[in-house]
C-alpha cells in the first residue's frame, strides 16, 4: 500500500503529498543513503519512527542526525505520531531527559521529528538511529506553534501510557496530583492511601508482564495492575495483581491494561517520595530489539526450544566504527553494572576466566597495558582484539605472551566459532563443555561488528547450552569468529537505563530469574558509545 501511494505522489508531479506524516522502520535495520540508491550514511532500526519530508517512487526523505538522508520504503510503514518542527536555531538532543544528560548531537532548525514519548518538558524522538532527548519547549507542530500533545502526567485522566519495552522512568508520589484509590482487590486488608501514579499500557499482544520498583530510603510504595479503574467506595475492583517490589503477571492477553504506583500509607503516616519503575514484556520466540545509541544494538529472544529447553538469549550488537568496545580489570574484584555505570559505559557483559582472589587467568590487555596474560594451561589460547586503529581481529596467543598487534585484547575458553564454521578448540568431554550452563560469548562478523551474546541458565529464565549448541548460536547470529568467555553464575550483561539496574539477563547466582544475581568478577567487556 505504501509504495502505491509514492508511485501516485510522483505520477501527479508531487513529492510531498504525505510531508510531514511519519513512518515506522519494519526491517530489523535499514540503511539510511544521501539519495536514492546513494552513499550510505547510517541504519535506521527496527520499530523507530521518523518524518516523511516527502517521496520519490519506492524512496522516503526524512530527516536523519543533522542531516537529511532517503531510506527504501518499502521496509516502512506509516505510523500515528505526530511530526514537531524544531524552532530553535539549533536544538541540543541529549542522552536522557534533563540538562544533566550528555549532548549527543543538536537537531537544526526547521527540522522534523516523531515524539515517541515523554518525560516532564522533555520529549523522545528518534535520531541517527536511536533513542534521545529533546526539551519541548523548541518543538512546534506543523500547524504553528501549538503545545505539543500532553505526555502524561500520571493521573486518570492524564496516564503515562506506555507503547515501547522496556520502560524505565524515575517519578515520585510525593508530588502525585491524585489519591483516589485507597485499597485494591487484590490485597483489600492493605491500606494505600497515599498519592498515586496512573500508567497505561495497551498490550497488542500477549506475554508475560513484568513490573519492578526501586525506592528511596524512607519510601513504600506498591505496584497494582489492573484491567479498568471501576473503583467501590475507594476501592480498585478489577486489579489482577499487586506487589511490593517485584510483580510478575504470566499468561496476558491482548488488551488495554493500567499499572498504578500507590504510596502505603499505615493510617497515620504515608510512605510517598521518589521511586523507579522498569516495565518489560516479554514474548516467547520473537526477536525484541532495541537500538541503545548509535552503533549499538540490543536484541532479546526467548526461546520455546533451543539446544535442549528453553532458553534466554540477549545479544549486544556494537559497531567499531561506532563504538569503544574495551576490557575493564582492576586488579581486584567488581560487578561489571557498578563499575560500567561509574566509568560512563553504555553496556557490558563479564569477561574472561578468573581464579581465587579475582585474579585473571586469560589474557586482558587494556589501552596498551598488559594486566594478564593467557596461563589457564601451558597452550595458546584464542583471544579478541581491537588494534590502535580500531580494527578488531582474532588470533591465538601463546602463554605468558603480550599480544603486540592489540590496543585492547580478551582471552577466551575454548575457541568456539573459525572461519564461520563451529571449531570448538580445545575439546573434551567433560561436564563443562557437555552439560547445559549459562553462558558468554563474544564473536565478531566479517563486516567488523562485535557480537556480546549471554545465554540464560541454571534458573526458569533458561536451561543453558552446551558449548557446541553455544557456537551454533554464535553462527546463527552472523559470527565468522567467536570464543566463549566465562559463564555460570558470572554471565551478565549490563545496558544503562534498560531494566530497574540496568543488568538485562537473569545471572543465576541467587537462583531466581531476576535481575539481581550478579556476581563479582575479575575483568569484563565494556563498550562506550563515542562522542
Known amino acids: 500500500m505504501r509504495f502505491l501511494i509514492a508511485v501516485f505522489a510522483v505520477a501527479c508531479g508531487s513529492l510531498s503529498a ?28 527496527q520499530g523507530q519512527v521518523y518524518v516523511e519530508l516527502d517521496v520519490a517512487g519506492e524512496w522516503t526523505r526524512t530527516w536523519f542526525d543533522d542531516r537529511e ?39 537544526p532548525g526547521g527540522s522534523w521529528w516523531a ?26 507542530t506543523e500547524d504553528g506553534p501549538t503545545v505539543p500533545p500532553d505526555p502524561g502526567s500520571g493521573t486518570p ?20 496530583p491524585t489519591s483516589s484509590i485507597t485499597r485494591y482487590s487484590a490485597a483489600p486488608s492493605t491500606t494505600e492511601g497515599g498519592p498515586e501514579l496512573y500508567y497505561r499500557v495497551p498490550v497488542a499482544a500477549g506475554g508475560v508482564l513484568k513490573v519492578e520498583v526501586a525506592e528511596e530510603n524512607g519510601v513504600d510504595v506498591d505496584i497494582h495492575v489492573l484491567t479498568d479503574l471501576a473503583m467501590d467506595g475507594g476501592t480498585a475492583v478489577h486489579t489482577v495483581a499487586r506487589a511490593n517490589r517485584r510483580l510478575v503477571l504470566s499468561g496476558l492477553t491482548a488488551g488495554d491494561y ?15 517520595g521518589a521511586f523507579r519503575v522498569a516495565v518489560e514484556l516479554d514474548r516467547r520466540d520473537t526477536w525484541q530489539v532495541n537500538a541503545v545509541a548509535p552503533g549499538i544494538t540490543w536484541r532479546k529472544k526467548i526461546f520455546s526450544s533451543y539446544g535442549g529447553g528453553v532458553q534466554t538469549v540477549n545479544v549486544l550488537e556494537a559497531r567499531l566504527d561506532q563504538t569503544d568496545v574495551k576490557p575493564h580489570w582492576t586488579g581486584g574484584g567488581f560487578k561489571p553494572s557498578i563499575a560500567a555505570h561509574a566509568r560512563g559505559a553504555t553496556a557490558a557483559v563479564n569477561g574472561g576466566f578468573f581464579s581465587s582472589g579475582y585474579s585473571s587467568i586469560g589474557l586482558v590487555k587494556v589501552d596498551g597495558v598488559l594486566r594478564s596474560t593467557n596461563h589457564i594451561d601451558d597452550l595458546p589460547r584464542r583471544a579478541f582484539g581491537v588494534t590502535t586503529g580500531g580494527a578488531g581481529l582474532f588470533a591465538d596467543v601463546a602463554p605468558w605472551s603480550d599480544w603486540p598487534a592489540a590496543h585492547q585484547a580478551i582471552g577466551g575458553h575454548p575457541n568456539l566459532v573459525r572461519n564461520g564454521a563451529v571449531h570448538v578448540d580445545p575439546w573434551d568431554e567433560s561436564s563443562f563443555n557437555t552439560s547445559r550452563h549459562p553462558r558468554t560469548a563474544l564473536g565478531m562478523t566479517l563486516d567488523q561488528r562485535v557480537l556480546l551474546v549471554t545465554v540464560d ?11 557446541t549448541s553455544l557456537a551454533n548460536l554464535m553462527i546463527d547470529l552472523g559470527a565468522r569468529d567467536a570464543i566463549n568467555l566465562d559463564g555460570g553464575g558470572s554471565t551478565c550483561m549490563w545496558i544503562r537505563n ?13 537462583g531466581a530469574a531476576d535481575h539481581a544475581g550478579e556476581r563479582t568478577v575479575a575483568n569484563a567487556v565494556f563498550v562506550h558509545r563515542r562522542p
Open 18 to 45: 504525505h510531508a510531514n506524516e511519519t513512518f515506522r522502520i519494519v526491517a530489523n535495520s535499514l540503511n539510511v543513503r544521501t539519495g536514492p540508491w546513494g552513499a550510505v550514511i547510517g541504519q535506521m532500526h
Open 69 to 107: 538522508g532517503w531510506v527504501y520504503n518499502a521496509y516502512t510503514e506509516y505510523a500515528t505520531r505526530i511530526a514537531h518542527r524544531v524552532t530553535a536555531e539549533w536544538l541540543n538532543v541529549r542522552t536522557g531527559p534533563g540538562t544533566g544528560y550528555a549532548v549527543a548531537g543538536q537537531a
Open 115 to 140: 515524539v515517541t514519548g515523554s518525560s516532564g518538558a522533555w520529549r523522545r524522538i528518534c535520531w541517527a538511529g536511536a533513542e534521545y532527548w529533546v526539551h519541548g519547549n523548541f518543538l512546534t
Open 157 to 176: 485522566p492524564s496516564p503515562f501510557i506506555i507503547t515501547s519495552f522496556p520502560f524505565v522512568q524515575e517519578n515520585d508520589t510525593s508530588t502525585a
Open 258 to 272: 493500567w499499572i498504578v504506583i500507590d504510596s502505603y500509607s499505615n493510617g497515620g503516616v504515608t510512605y510517598a
Open 457 to 467: 541458565g541454571r534458573t526458569s529464565a533458561g536451561a543453558g547450552l552446551t558449548l
Open 498 to 510: 534498560m531494566s530497574i539496574n540496568g543488568i538485562v539477563n537473569h545471572p543465576s547466582d541467587n
